[in-house]
């Protein structure tokens, strides 16, 4: 049973159930400030999130800086020192890396564990009040003599029926949740990217997706905004591929926008 001011675990942010109201939630989920509302729309009285290597224009999080705006205390656990997209793993290894103001205010700082930064954070005040709506992007191209769509959703979890056979591209880290391989992707795209997050397990989906079939890449978080599949495509530079996506032609250090030109393109 859990104790009454231990953090709720969530190794998705989008995943949050009723209990997570009035209390500290530890997410697996990166810092964006899509996630950051989320956190905010569920009624948590705080949040920790993983910086995902940060990455470009800080994206990893982004959300810390909205959610001190909004009333809320939040702090990015390093990704180097817990992998990405398991909540457990922070409580046991995470490292603070960021905090915002209101998190600064409760005794949250760089470098302590992330079961302390909890602790403390459990004294947070409860935001008050609703906030606007932070609404991910889906987007549909069909690049001239394309024989599938060009679909860029900001979370994988937009992906839909239709989607499947298309090429998918995400803004969303590339970490398997557990290990079920259907976890990497709902359903089954012609090929998938995301971003790495920082590297390490910010890759696992690609195995999983290998396994079913999928071509699938991941693009490096320093050359692209994670939680924005739009970044993903258009400045997205590929870090890593599994053997489906090498055998298209694949290759890695390759701009992610001129590999998907090509390879909507074949038949």
């Known amino acids: 049973m859990r104790e009454p001011d231990a953090p709720i675990l969530a190794d998705s942010i989008t995943r949050l159930g009723p209990e997570a109201a009035e209390a500290v939630v530890v997410t697996g989920s990166h810092g964006g400030v899509y996630a950051a509302w989320l956190a905010r729309k569920a009624g948590c009285r705080a949040a920790i999130f993983n910086d995902a290597g940060v990455g470009r224009d800080e994206a990893g999080i982004g959300g810390?800086?909205?959610l001190d705006a909004h009333g809320m205390a939040a702090a990015a656990i390093d990704h180097r020192s817990a992998d990405i997209g398991d909540a457990a793993a922070m409580v046991q290894h995470g490292?603070?890396?960021?905090?915002?103001?209101?998190?600064?205010g409760c005794?949250?700082?760089?470098?302590?564990?992330?079961?302390?930064?909890?602790?403390?954070?459990a004294a947070a005040p409860i935001p008050d009040g609703d906030v606007e709506t932070v609404s991910e992007a889906r987007e549909e191209i069909v690049p001239e003599g394309a024989h599938r769509r060009v679909?860029?959703?900001d979370s994988a979890s937009l992906v839909a029926p239709r989607d499947a056979g298309?090429?998918?591209?995400?803004?969303?880290?590339?970490?398997?949740?557990?290990?079920?391989?259907?976890?990497?992707?709902?359903?089954?795209?012609?090929?998938?990217?995301?971003?790495?997050?920082?590297?390490?397990?910010?890759?696992?989906?690609?195995?999983a997706l290998q396994?079913?079939?999928i071509a699938a890449v991941t693009v490096s978080?320093?050359?692209?905004?994670?939680?924005?599949?739009?970044?993903?495509?258009?400045?997205?530079?590929?870090?890593?591929?599994?053997?489906?996506?090498?055998?298209?032609?694949?290759?890695?250090?390759e701009k992610l926008h001129d590999c998907v030109i090509r390879l909507a393109a074949m038949p």
């Open 64 to 66: 810390l800086a909205w």
């Open 95 to 104: 490292i603070v890396s960021h905090v915002n103001e209101l998190a600064a």
């Open 107 to 121: 005794g949250v700082k760089a470098g302590q564990g992330c079961t302390q930064a909890a602790r403390l954070l």
């Open 151 to 153: 679909v860029l959703i």
């Open 166 to 207: 298309q090429i998918v591209i995400t803004g969303s880290h590339g970490a398997l949740f557990g290990d079920n391989p259907m976890n990497a992707l709902k359903f089954d795209a012609a090929f998938a990217a995301f971003n790495d997050a920082g590297g390490g397990v910010g890759v696992s989906r690609l195995p």
């Open 211 to 213: 396994g079913r079939g």
């Open 221 to 253: 978080a320093a050359s692209a905004r994670i939680g924005d599949a739009r970044s993903t495509f258009e400045d997205g530079t590929v870090s890593a591929a599994n053997p489906a996506a090498l055998s298209w032609g694949v290759r890695i250090g």
